[in-house]
């Protein structure tokens, strides 16, 4: 059974490893024993201490290059870079990587996982979209040049993923003009939708609002228009009818259709 006393000799002891270990480390840092500054590095990187690692082998980086362990250090650096979520950062290192070492068993993965961090950098689909691109662009690159990989599998579901991203950004774009009200827009970005999409998970949804904006039109229409926008509207309400009849979508539509 523990006691008080027990407990803060415990917390004293840890308090005094914590502190001689940052004391130790400190003066690593200011060493130049490099051969031990890399090894500390290696210990630092498997014990899942990314940040010290980070730093030893960036002090070492130069100190070694062109030797036989400049190419461990600076995979070590950049998986570092990695691990710690700096992506941007990762991406530009494993690609440099590949590309000073192309010669090296290790470039195809460095290649790969360049293309990975893009990946990783992409942003929500309500945000732009630039990012997504570029990523799809760097997966495919992977893919054309090692086409044998066995990582193009993982490649080809990044970018499946990706194109999620960017079916979703093109909806909510056609859909933010259906809601604020600017149709014929509307109207426009559903049918690029459905050219692009023609079996996305959004597409009754689409055709839905889209029928929508036509009665709205139709509905607001000028003398002289309001045969045509109605017969627009009839038009893509019989061919949702069509299309989904089981859709929940369905008694508001004919209510709709009775209106005009």
């Not at 996982?113 to 997966?139: F, H």
């Not at 600017?182 to 055709?207: D, G, Q, T």
């Amino acid at each position: 059974m523990f006691y008080f006393s027990d407990v803060k000799k415990i917390l004293i002891i840890l308090f005094i490893v914590s502190v001689n270990s940052c004391s130790k480390y400190q003066k690593l840092l200011k060493s130049d024993n490099f051969d031990i500054k890399y090894e500390t590095a290696l210990n630092y990187f498997n014990d899942s201490k990314y940040s010290r690692a980070l730093t030893l082998f960036e002090d070492i980086l130069s100190e070694f290059k062109g030797s036989s362990k400049s190419e461990d250090i600076y995979y070590y650096y950049s998986y570092s870079l990695y691990k710690l979520g700096d992506y941007a950062s990762a991406a530009y290192h494993f690609n440099n990587f590949s590309k000073t070492f192309f010669s090296s068993s290790k470039s195809e993965e460095m290649a790969f996982m360049s293309a990975k961090c893009y990946y990783l950098e992409t942003p929500p689909s309500y945000y732009d979209q630039k990012n997504t691109n570029n990523a799809i662009n760097k997966l495919e690159f992977f893919i054309s040049k090692y086409p044998n990989s066995n990582r193009v599998s993982e490649a080809d579901s990044l970018i499946f993923q990706l194109n999620l991203l960017l079916e979703e950004k093109q909806f909510n774009i056609a859909h933010s003009y259906y809601k604020t009200g600017k149709y014929n827009s509307a109207i426009y970005s559903f049918n690029n939708f459905i050219e692009n999409y023609p079996n996305s998970k959004f597409l009754e949804e689409v055709f839905y609002c889209q029928t929508k904006s036509y009665f709205e039109l139709a509905k607001n229409s000028i003398d002289e228009k309001k045969d045509l926008r109605t017969k627009e509207f009839i038009f893509a309400y019989r061919d949702f009818t069509l299309t989904y009849p089981q859709s929940k979508y369905l008694g508001e539509l004919k209510n709709l259709r009775d209106e005009l």
